[in-house]
Every structure is written in structure tokens, then in C-alpha cells.
């Protein structure tokens, strides 16, 4: 009677508190799912359950259901795919944001299109007042441009167009620069204005400037659009930064991404990002690298600013930004040969190997990773060399996890030392497809069989390859990158160099758990897996399974950080 009396009791204080026979009780119940963990140990599952912001268990719905309490959400995911949230390893946060304020020049089919678009654009405002636009690349234009040096328009008709107005438009790449003669007036440019160290002012036959600033010649028009803005009130640039935030926030959730790594931004911006993340402004978590060029500021802030897992998990700041060269559409990328449609001329090294020497040690000594933008074979051997020399006599056997940004172009001698060094490639699948167009004619076809986006021989060397976008340089949309890694497929239906594509779930992992890896958290995140952080991303489609053709139509359904549904398709 006694044990008949325990029972009752016992059940009855599990009815209570609503508490599975396991004693736990979830806040959130995934069910009917496809889960594709990308965890080694148990690769699918049909349901997960979450207690508070932390994945409790991975099973069957049989075993899941046993966590379900009076007050458990629950999605019957009815068959939809749920793969972990999906990492961002390379983009740009503020820039995104800003990028959805400007005008969009992505789209833009001839430079004609975008004497258009700046022309009504002009009509509706005071004279004075910027013009400021994104996404332009000439070697997309369809015609090319007339006339053109190196493939760039002049700046004639476009300051025809705009009389009153200063223009900046920001290439695609972010690289270079478009500006109107306006501009150029309120900036001092004129013949006699000498290139900058690490940049190029694109000058016609007789030595007159066309309008497009290259590398660090960008700053002779970026200063003066940066003294406008600054007229502006503290108040009007804290709204400003809060809207671009919010706008990323929005465009990275609604595209299924739970972590955004941002690369480069400053003390100050990095001091914004907090408290926008304490007033739930920024809702994907946030790895931030720091930009700063200026040595003495660098020294004195660098270790104040080793931030790891703050606002449970919603900052972290542990790594450096650098920039050794430039991007391969402008002709800024470090080739170890002249480019194949600019005899003589091998790009750009924006930054001094001493200077960088210096600025790398410095993140070193504070235990700071370091990421390095380097797009063109010699620029990238560059980096490597420099690596392996603060390495010392660690390099073999490090777990310092130094990156380099976008690796697009290799010298096949520098693609195994990427795993010798245990240096991740951090590189971005839609650059490949984006850029192909223009690759053998920079580069010539065997220069670019050999080493453009290798990520099949350097996946086969034991590299780690993180993915990304480069966004607002491409769209943050993760599908369309997934699909090239995968396919290398082009508009056109033609694959470039396919011997280099990634599998599915190599791609897969790229987007997560190596995403993860390169930021030092793939213990907390990038699989499905107990213990780990609950975030997710719900796709209507299972990409690592369906037909190529199909992998485009896929829609993100729900994002889930935390636990907590922060996007819905359905809302």
C-alpha cells in the first residue's frame, strides 16, 4: 500500500510540473523533422529538444516526446529539413545594412543603366546632397562601357547627368570607386594628383583621372564624403548606425544565418555593436574582427578589446583584420605573374610586409587571431611566409587558427602549406561563380586551372575551408553559395573547373561546424548535438539530398537562435 501510495505521489508531482519521465521538461520540442546533425556520432534524427538556449537531446520522436511539458513549444516540422545554424564566416555587418540605405547597382545590366538610375536619383534631391550606390562591375556590363580605360567607363556622361550632385559608387568588390567630376572637384583631384602608395587613380591616355580610385586611392574621395557626413548630429549618425543594424539583423535571420563573422570594424563600431546587442538590436550572434591600422592605437586597446562569449554568447571578439592586397575585378589582387589582359602590371600590395609584420605581432603577443585578406597568389605566398615566421618553432604544431580571407587565387607550391600551417581557408563559394566570367581573362586559362577557388585540392591537403559571402560584395542569401560550392555552375550552364567542387555535406559542413571551428567555438555550436547552443535553420528543401536544379528554389523557413524562433517564413 505504501509503494502503491509512492507512485500515485510521484506521478502526480510529474503531472504537476508538467515533467517528462526523464525529470526534464523542454522549452522547445522539434518533431517530424529532418535533422541533419552534421555530428559524426549521430549524422540524422527526427526530432531535438531544447531546455532554456542549450539542444538537451537529438533522437527519434519516440525518444523526444518524452521531454514534452504543459508549457513545451513544440513545431511539427512535418518532413522539413533542420540543419544547424548556418555561420556567416566572412561579411560585413554595418556595410550590409548600409548597403539596403543606397542605391543598388548590382542589377545594373550597362553602365548606361547607371547614368539612368544616378539621373533620377538627382531630381529628388537639393543640390549638394550625395549620391551613394553599391554593386557596380564593369566586366558584367552588357555592353561594355564607351569609351573605357581598362575596361572602366569615363566619368563624361555621368557628371552630365548629375551637375549638382556628388556621386560615389562603390564597385562591387569594394576595391574601387566610382566618382562624378563633382566629386573630384570637392576632393582636389586633378592631373597633377599623384597615385597614393597602395592605390591607383585610373587616368586616361593624356594623364586626366576618368573617375575610378582603386585601393587606398579610394580614401582621396572617401575623406570627403566622411567630412559631409560628420555634419551630421551625434544623434543622426546613432540613428543611422541603429537602422543599418536592425536592417542586417533582418536581412541575416531572414536568410537562416544564427552567427555573422564580421570582418573588420573598429573600437568605436565595436563598442556600438554591444550595446546594440544588450537593447536586442543585433540578434544573430556576432564574431567580430578588429580593424586598426594606426600601430599605437592598435597596442594600446587591442587587449581591452578580448571579448569571448558575452551576452550568453552573443559577442565574442578574439580576432585581428589585415589586408595585404586588393580584389582580382579591379586588378588589385597580387599576382606572382602579370595579369594576362595588363601586360606588365601585377596588382596591388595596399599594405607594407613590415607594417603588417609589426601589427600581426602585436595580435600574437595578445593572443589574438589573425585574418588576413589576401586574394592573389603572391599575395597569399606573402601571407603564409609571414605566418609560418611569427609561428617559429610552433608552426608545425599550433592551434593559433590564423585565417586567410578569400584565397581565391593560389600558386599550387603555397595550396599544402595552408594545412602544414593549420591555416584556415576562409572563402566564399559565390565568388567563384560571380567572378568566372572575368578569371581566365585576368589570369589565362591554365594559370586559373591551377589555382582559382581550389577548394578541392585544398580540401584533399587537409585544409579547413569556412564559407561565406562577402556581403554586401554578394548577397547574404546562403542558397546561391551553397549551389556553387556544390556545382560551380554559371548562369550560362557551364561549370567552371568542376574538378574542384566540394560535396554536399562538405559544403554543408563549410556553412557550419568548420564556420564554428574558425571562430574557436565549435564545442558551443555548428552541430546538432547535446550541450551545444539550439540554433538552427529550417529549410524547405534537403540540399544535401536533392537534385542540383532543386537546390535553388530551397526557402529558409524558420530561424531558430537560442531556442527562440527569431524568423519565420510565415509571419
Known amino acids: 500500500m505504501e509503494k502503491l501510495v509512492f507512485f500515485l505521489f510521484s506521478i502526480s508531482i510529474l503531472i504537476m510540473n508538467g515533467c517528462s519521465s526523464k525529470g526534464k521538461e523542454a522549452d522547445l520540442v522539434l518533431l517530424n523533422g ?56 566572412h561579411a560585413h555587418f554595418f556595410a550590409v545594412g548600409n548597403s539596403l540605405m543606397e542605391l543598388d547597382l548590382s542589377t545594373a545590366k550597362n553602365w548606361d543603366e547607371i547614368i539612368a538610375r544616378a539621373a533620377e536619383k538627382a531630381q529628388s534631391l537639393r543640390p549638394g546632397e550625395w549620391i551613394v550606390g553599391r554593386g557596380w562591375h564593369q566586366e558584367k556590363w552588357d555592353p561594355p ?115 555573422f563573422h564580421d570582418a573588420g570594424e573598429s573600437f568605436k563600431m565595436i563598442d556600438l555593436i554591444k550595446k546594440f546587442i544588450d537593447e ?55 599576382m606572382l605573374s602579370p595579369y594576362n589582359d595588363k601586360p606588365g602590371y601585377s596588382g596591388l600590395m595596399v599594405t607594407p610586409l613590415k607594417t603588417l609584420e609589426k601589427e600581426m605581432r602585436i595580435a600574437f603577443k595578445d593572443g589574438f587571431q589573425v585574418c588576413t585578406h589576401a586574394i592573389g597568389d603572391k599575395g597569399n605566398r606573402l601571407v603564409l611566409n609571414l605566418y609560418e615566421k611569427i609561428f617559429g618553432d610552433k608552426a608545425a604544431n599550433n592551434n593559433f587558427r590564423w585565417r586567410i580571407e578569400h584565397a581565391q587565387h593560389l600558386s599550387t607550391k603555397d595550396i599544402p602549406r595552408f594545412a602544414k600551417l593549420k591555416v584556415i581557408a576562409s572563402m566564399q563559394g559565390i ?101 551545444k547552443l539550439a540554433d538552427f535553420t529550417i529549410l524547405s528543401k534537403d540540399i544535401t539530398a536533392v537534385p542540383d536544379s532543386e537546390i535553388l528554389s530551397t526557402k529558409i523557413l524558420d530561424t531558430i537562435i537560442g531556442g527562440k524562433v527569431v524568423y519565420s517564413a510565415e509571419e
Open 34 to 89: 529532418n535533422v541533419i546533425t552534421v555530428d559524426k556520432n549521430k549524422p540524422h534524427a527526427q526530432a531535438v529538444a531544447v531546455i532554456r538556449d542549450t539542444i538537451a537531446a537529438v533522437g527519434s520522436n519516440k525518444e523526444i516526446k518524452e521531454y514534452i511539458g504543459e508549457s513545451t513549444q513544440i513545431l511539427d516540422l512535418k518532413g522539413e529539413t533542420v540543419i544547424p545554424g548556418i555561420i556567416e564566416s
Open 145 to 259: 562601357a564607351m569609351p573605357n580605360v581598362d575596361g572602366y567607363p569615363v566619368e563624361t556622361e555621368l557628371s552630365k547627368a548629375t551637375p549638382r550632385n556628388p556621386v560615389i559608387f562603390f564597385h562591387a568588390s569594394g576595391h574601387a570607386l566610382f566618382a562624378n567630376k563633382y566629386t573630384m572637384n570637392l576632393a582636389g583631384i586633378t592631373s597633377a594628383t599623384p597615385d597614393p602608395p597602395g592605390g591607383r587613380i585610373v587616368r586616361d591616355s593624356t594623364g586626366k583621372p576618368i573617375g575610378v580610385f582603386e585601393e587606398d586611392a579610394e580614401d582621396l574621395i572617401n575623406k570627403v564624403y566622411e567630412k559631409y557626413l560628420a555634419k551630421r548630429s551625434p544623434e543622426e549618425i546613432l540613428e543611422t548606425y541603429k537602422k543599418q543594424a536592425e536592417l542586417a539583423s533582418q536581412e541575416a535571420i531572414s536568410h537562416g544565418i544564427t552567427s
Open 280 to 334: 536586442g538590436i543585433i540578434i544573430p550572434r556576432m564574431y567580430v574582427m578588429v580593424y586598426e591600422d594606426n600601430i599605437d592605437t592598435l597596442k594600446k586597446y587591442l587587449p581591452k578589446y578580448k571579448i569571448i562569449g558575452y551576452h550568453n554568447n552573443h559577442l565574442t571578439v578574439r580576432a585581428y583584420k589585415r589586408y595585404i592586397d586588393g580584389a582580382l575585378g579591379s586588378r588589385g589582387a597580387l
Open 431 to 531: 565568388h567563384c561563380t560571380s567572378d568566372a566570367p572575368f578569371v581566365i581573362k585576368r589570369l589565362g586559362y591554365e594559370r586559373a586551372k591551377r589555382g582559382a577557388y581550389a577548394w578541392r585540392k585544398l580540401l584533399d591537403a587537409g585544409t579547413v575551408i569556412c564559407n561565406g559571402t562577402d556581403a554586401p560584395v554578394e548577397k547574404l542569401n546562403p542558397i546561391p553559395n551553397y549551389y556553387a560550392l556544390v556545382t560551380r555552375r554559371l548562369a550560362n550552364g557551364k561549370e567552371f573547373f568542376p574538378e574542384e567542387k566540394m560535396t554536399r555535406m562538405e559544403a554543408l559542413r563549410a556553412y557550419t561546424i568548420n564556420g564554428a571551428y574558425a571562430a574557436f567555438e565549435e564545442n558551443i555550436k555548428g552541430s546538432i548535438t547535446p550541450g
